[in-house]
């Protein structure tokens, strides 16, 4: 049986011929999603490998930086310095020196001078390090650093006065600190360490590192001794060398104390109550950050100290 309706089989071609664009229009999106995903990946791919020939780079400039000599000075100016400084140590030629200045921060770090020369700013870094480490005392104490002959120091002896108001009373004037003014003399201290000429002819031998530690052991041991009971005479005073008086009745200047019980030693029974005695000696503002100062004998009677429960 056939059909006498031409339109009606013109439509159904039509339709059986739609799916077929679809499906070729949906080919052709993902063909074109699929290349620009290649590209995307391309790009990634080309970015990520820049960073790491970056990062190659800078670990390759690093690690040079790091393997180099203790030595070595990134500064020309400080290498010919510390050259120069070398030799003078090692054979007395000053000839390098001679003349020499470089500029750091306002401060030349190596000039012609009576005396000798400086050393360079590396050594002199280390020697404060070692300092810092093994100095007790200055490992609590305020260090700054200063020029001139002297520092000084504004003390306050007492506080402010103050008082409550109401809205309706009318203000008085308040009582003022005392303030006193305390100036520290700079001392020089100085050291000679001595090596062997056979060791400072030896090129592999690190006379930089062997001089500041030299230096800063005997600075270290010069400093902790004055510092607690220097004289104050072409040194600093230490505190030990003040007015010593029991406790409650110093004076401003004076150095109190808490008896331990015994001469020479704690008392026999409850030794530890002198210790807790001298810990509330201090006012309340000072205690806060107080340290405990005493030499090895000491110490370690105090670390011997036991209750009934040992």
Same mark, same amino acid.
Do not use: C
């Given at each position: 049986?056939?059909?006498?309706?031409?339109?009606?089989?013109?439509?159904?071609?039509?339709?059986?011929?739609?799916?077929?664009?679809?499906?070729?229009?949906?080919?052709?999106?993902?063909?074109?999603?699929?290349?620009?995903?290649?590209?995307?990946? &391309?790009?990634?791919?080309?970015?990520?490998?820049?960073?790491? #020939?970056?990062?190659?780079?800078?670990?390759?400039?690093?690690?040079?930086?790091?393997?180099?000599?203790?030595?070595?000075?990134?500064?020309?100016?400080?290498?010919?310095?510390?050259?120069?400084?070398?030799?003078?140590?090692?054979?007395?030629?000053?000839?390098?020196?001679?003349?020499?200045?470089?500029?750091?921060?306002?401060?030349?770090?190596?000039?012609?001078?009576?005396?000798?020369?400086?050393?360079?700013?590396?050594?002199?870094?280390?020697?404060?390090?070692?300092?810092?480490?093994?100095?007790?005392?200055?490992?609590?104490?305020?260090?700054?650093?200063?020029?001139?002959?002297?520092?000084?120091?504004?003390?306050?002896?007492?506080?402010?006065?103050?008082?409550? #108001?109401?809205?309706?009373?009318?203000?008085?004037?308040?009582?003022?600190?005392?303030?006193?003014?305390?100036?520290?003399?700079?001392?020089?201290?100085?050291?000679?360490?001595?090596?062997?000429?056979?060791?400072?002819?030896?090129? &592999?031998?690190?006379?930089?590192?062997?001089?500041?530690?030299?230096? &800063?052991?005997?600075?270290?041991?010069?400093?902790?001794?004055?510092?607690?009971?220097?004289?104050?005479?072409?040194?600093?005073?230490?505190?030990?060398?003040?007015?010593?008086?029991?406790?409650?009745?110093?004076?401003?200047?004076?150095?109190?104390?808490?008896?331990?019980?015994?001469?020479?030693?704690?008392?026999?029974?409850?030794?530890?109550?002198?210790?807790?005695?001298?810990?509330? &000696?201090?006012?309340?503002?000072?205690?806060?950050?107080?340290?405990?100062?005493?030499?090895?004998?000491?110490?370690?009677?105090?670390?011997?100290?036991?209750?009934?429960?040992?």
């Amino acid at each position: 049986m056939t059909s006498d309706n031409p339109g009606r089989n013109q439509a159904v071609e039509e339709k059986s011929a739609a799916p077929g664009d679809e499906a070729a229009m949906l080919r052709t999106a993902l063909d074109g999603f699929v290349t620009e995903i290649k590209t995307f990946r &391309a790009d990634v791919m080309g970015n990520l490998k820049e960073q790491d #020939e970056r990062l190659t780079m800078l670990d390759r400039k690093f690690t040079t930086k790091t393997a180099r000599p203790v030595l070595a000075q990134a500064d020309a100016g400080e290498g010919l310095h510390l050259k120069a400084f070398d030799a003078y140590v090692r054979q007395g030629d000053d000839d390098g020196l001679r003349g020499l200045v470089l500029e750091g921060k306002g401060l030349n770090t190596a000039v012609n001078s009576e005396g000798g020369y400086l050393v360079d700013p590396q050594t002199s870094d280390r020697i404060h390090a070692v300092l810092d480490a093994s100095a007790s005392i200055r490992a609590i104490a305020s260090v700054v650093q200063v020029e001139a002959g002297s520092f000084d120091v504004l003390v306050d002896h007492g506080d402010v006065g103050s008082g409550w #108001e109401n809205e309706s009373s009318t203000l008085t004037e308040t009582g003022s600190a005392a303030i006193d003014r305390i100036s520290i003399k700079l001392h020089e201290l100085s050291a000679m360490p001595k090596a062997s000429q056979r060791l400072l002819e030896d090129s &592999a031998f690190d006379v930089e590192g062997w001089l500041a530690e030299r230096i &800063a052991m005997k600075f270290a041991r010069a400093e902790a001794a004055a510092f607690v009971s220097g004289s104050g005479t072409d040194q600093p005073r230490g505190f030990l060398d003040h007015t010593i008086v029991a406790n409650g009745t110093e004076v401003w200047g004076e150095l109190g104390y808490v008896a331990t019980g015994a001469a020479g030693d704690f008392a026999s029974t409850n030794p530890a109550d002198a210790i807790v005695d001298l810990v509330y &000696a201090l006012d309340a503002g000072y205690r806060a950050n107080a340290t405990f100062v005493m030499n090895s004998k000491t110490a370690g009677a105090v670390r011997k100290m036991k209750d009934a429960d040992g």
